[in-house]
């Protein structure tokens, strides 16, 4: 709560100031509420009421299970197959003929808790993550009672239609059974979550990530609908990916200077090129941190970063095949010292 709020209501009560003092007071309660204060924003809301009946902006779905995640209204960046894939997933679900349940699986960085809030945002619906730090248990047993009771919570959500539940990371608690060094306490975990299932409604869509496909349980794969696979990227979706990355910096660092020749010869020194989720942290750290009255330095900061070394060595800038002009760019020199410098070490 502000200070500023406090000052008003005392000096509204001194004023006698009742439609002021009220104002105030329900601003104080929307203000809580927004911050995740539920319990006492209700408590100040029933005190103002006159009939004492309000009900607050809560969240039906308040557990210790869940976390509730925001969709995102950025353009997803993923190769045509895989975008296929999660039109497949939306007509599906619009459809309501029971294909509820689909796993993602691919490499850290590839997109699939961002597939995950976009398709959020198409279906309309609020996404609840596990907390799997509050199911998880080192007492005997109570993980499998933790997960006994987040499927119940699950089964007995009053809107099943409005909402996506994510198992981000679903590998945290459902390797595969029949690995020897795997816990016997973690493999009855498996079973349990094998069981909830089978019983959740077909009205609830359940996502589940995980980057360690090959150790995941096969009878727990069968339980999902459909596995998409996020490591479908060629090297020439990777770098359109990352010239749509480098626009949509430029434009809100609002930078006019673009040389895509320059910028695909700097992301093929990648071998391999990053996914997505390393891309985009690379491209927008080169164009924020650059020199904002110098329109090409980002071209240096993220030679830098891709080929871990400043641009500096001539002779490796021509091997590089990058042109006298780029080099130019590259190390803030003429082309005239530049030829000079090269010539004399031939």
Excluded: W
Aim: aromatic share 10%.
């Amino acid at each position: 709560m502000k200070k500023k709020s406090i000052i008003s209501l005392i000096r509204y009560h001194a004023e006698k100031n009742e439609a002021g003092f009220r104002n105030e007071a329900y601003e104080i309660a929307r203000d809580f509420d927004s911050s995740g204060d539920y319990q006492l924003a209700e408590y100040i809301m029933s005190l103002l009421s006159d009939t004492n009946t309000f009900i607050p902006q809560m969240n039906e779905y308040d557990s210790t299970f869940f976390e509730r995640l925001e969709t995102t209204e950025d353009m997803l960046l993923l190769p045509d197959t895989i975008t296929q894939d999660l039109l497949g997933i939306v007509n599906a679900i619009s459809h309501h003929i029971g294909i509820n349940k689909f796993l993602f699986q691919g490499e850290p960085g590839t997109g699939k808790t961002e597939a995950v809030k976009q398709l959020a945002r198409i279906l309309s619906r609020e996404i609840f993550m596990v907390d799997f730090s509050a199911v998880i248990d080192s007492k005997l047993g109570q993980t499998q009672k933790n997960l006994s009771e987040l499927f119940k919570e699950i089964n007995g959500f009053s809107q099943p239609e409005k909402l996506i539940i994510l198992f981000d990371e679903i590998d945290a608690i459902a390797l595969d059974r029949t690995n020897p060094n795997d816990l016997r306490e973690m493999g009855r975990a498996t079973s349990a979550m094998l069981k909830g299932f089978d019983r959740i409604s077909t009205d609830i869509v359940i996502i589940a990530t995980t980057n360690l496909y090959e150790h995941f349980d096969k009878a727990l794969i069968r339980r999902f609908d459909s596995v998409v696979d996020f490591n479908r990227y060629t090297r020439e979706d990777l770098i359109s990916i990352a010239e749509k990355m480098m626009d949509r910096y430029l434009n809100k660092f609002k930078l006019a200077n673009r040389d895509i020749r320059l910028f695909r010869k700097i992301i093929n020194l990648f071998d391999p090129i990053p996914y997505p989720g390393d891309l985009k942290n690379i491209i927008k750290t080169s164009i924020a941190f650059s020199n904002p009255n110098d329109g090409v330095d980002y071209f240096r900061r993220l030679y830098c970063s891709v080929y871990g070394a400043k641009p500096e060595d001539l002779k490796q800038l021509q091997f590089q095949k990058f042109t006298m002009r780029e080099i130019e760019i590259l190390t803030q020199r003429s082309k005239s010292s530049i030829a000079r410098d090269l010539k004399a070490g031939e």
